[in-house]
């Protein structure tokens, strides 16, 4: 899944998301120590989507991120331009 994806969830949708990767995470290592894993990446991907959510939580929990997700487009900031000579 993308981050996008988990971008436009709620808090509570996150962590309930977050349980349900661990429990796949539980089930793949499982399946995997047993020898029933047919897809080993199904691991990594799982991984990687535990990591997304955490980001996104903790994101919001320092205000980097907005908590409540917003469908408006933003406009592109100005940046200005830093002179690098002598005056």
């Known amino acids: 899944m993308k981050a996008e994806n988990f971008a436009s969830m709620t808090d509570k949708e996150l962590t309930s998301k977050l349980a349900d990767l661990k429990a796949e995470l539980f089930n793949l290592r499982f399946s995997h120590a047993t020898g029933n894993l047919t897809n080993p990446l199904a691991l990594q991907v799982c991984k ?40």
Do not use: F, H, M
């Not at 989507?49 to 469908?71: C, N, Q, W, Y």
């Not at 100005?78 to 000579?85: C, F, M």
């Open 48 to 87: 990687r989507d535990i990591a997304k959510v955490k980001t996104i939580i903790r994101e919001r929990e320092l205000g980097i991120a907005k908590s409540a997700p917003v469908a408006e487009k933003s406009q592109p900031k100005k940046v200005a331009k830093k002179t690098g000579g002598k005056a």
